[in-house]
């Protein structure tokens, strides 16, 4: 990442902060979102004595925003052009590394990719670099942030120049794993999102924003708790998956079953960092309410670009998704999953041969 392009970056980012005193932020339902959002509050505060109302988003929450006075700031999400249109007059701030979005020069956004820097950097990294300068003694957090979010292969100088500084033993064969003291706090956050969805979210946003070193985080014993029985559920699922997956080539199909719908992403993404499945595309499943479908789909290893896949049969069937090349979360109408998982199939093999 060009220094020069985070000191630009960092600049307008204060200026639009001095500008506005109200901030409704946002972030992602991940670790690396609620990472970012923990880094960019304490940052901001130590800065400027702002009014800062934080909530967790996801795709499927785009259109039930509620749209109050002040400025938004947007972390780890890439937002539609219907959504960004009505607040840029407002104040808008998004930091962010999925594909890039149109019309950002009309507000202040930070993605390294416009810089032509597409080398996986996960946002909390991202933040951390923003605001180095307030946050620089939780660069331990910032890493959390990037292994939770399978970036720490790509960022290996700023995971191993961390981990050093700290004493941190990472696994010989796998470094950047999530079997490292990084992986193990991050697998703790994850736990209460995955348990407690939104609530469980802003909880670890909480328990961050107080936090002040990584073996503080991983000795909560509340967060223990319910990690230990995230844990046994995320087993049993694994379990099933194996046997009861539908296999069409090298896309596996598998719907998690509605009381278990909260660990489909988590469920997602272990299978798309295990080894047996390198090489091979993950859809997983769950139902959203009555009539929609949500699949969060991982392909580690393959030659493909699954935000663009997704992107192009949305426009054809309608819904909501997007996210990286090789993960990528798609929301539906319940009427066209067949349609959705015959065009997700044809496109795939398409582009790979």
């Known amino acids: 990442m060009i220094q020069g392009n985070i000191e630009k970056s960092r600049k307008k980012i204060i200026e639009f902060l001095g500008k506005h005193q109200k901030i409704s932020l946002f972030y992602h339902l991940d670790c690396d979102g609620i990472v970012s959002a923990a880094l960019a509050i304490k940052g901001i505060k130590t800065l400027f004595s702002s009014d800062i109302e934080s909530e967790p988003i996801n795709y499927e929450d785009f259109d039930q925003i509620n749209f109050k006075e002040g400025a938004y700031m947007f972390l780890d999400v890439s937002l539609p052009a219907r959504v960004y249109s009505q607040l840029m007059n407002k104040g808008l701030c998004i930091i962010d590394h999925h594909a890039l ?22 946002a909390s990294l991202i933040t951390y670099l923003l605001f180095e300068n307030e946050v620089r003694e939780y660069d331990w957090m910032a890493a959390v942030g990037v292994v939770s979010d399978a970036g720490g292969k790509s960022q290996a100088s700023f995971i191993r120049k961390t981990a050093e500084k700290y004493g941190i033993k990472l696994n010989e064969d796998d470094p950047f794993s999530m079997r490292s003291r990084f992986g193990e706090a991050a697998n703790m956050i994850n736990s209460l999102t995955v348990e407690y969805n939104k609530e469980g979210a802003k909880k670890a946003l909480a328990v961050l924003l107080k936090t002040k070193t990584i073996d503080e985080l991983i000795n909560n014993e509340e967060i223990k708790r319910v990690y230990e029985k995230v844990n046994g559920r995320i087993e049993r699922l694994l379990q099933d998956f194996d046997k009861k997956s539908e296999v069409n080539g090298d896309i596996f199909f598998f719907d998690v079953p509605k009381k ?6 988590t469920i997602a993404t272990i299978l798309g960092l295990d080894p047996r499945y390198f090489g091979k595309v993950i859809v997983i499943g769950k139902d959203i309410g009555d009539d929609s479908k949500r699949f969060n789909i991982r392909a580690n290893g393959v030659n493909v670009n699954l935000n663009d896949i997704v992107k192009r049969i949305i426009s054809e069937i309608g819904g909501e998704g997007g996210g990286h090349d090789k993960a990528v979360g798609a929301v539906i109408n319940k009427e066209y999953e067949e349609t959705f998982r015959r065009r997700l199939s044809e496109l795939i093999q398409s582009r790979r041969s």
């Open 260 to 265: 278990y719908s909260k660990y489909s992403s």
């Open 101 to 122: 979005i149109e019309n950002s020069s009309q507000f202040v956004y930070v993605n390294p990719k416009m810089w032509g820097d597409y080398t996986y950097t996960p």
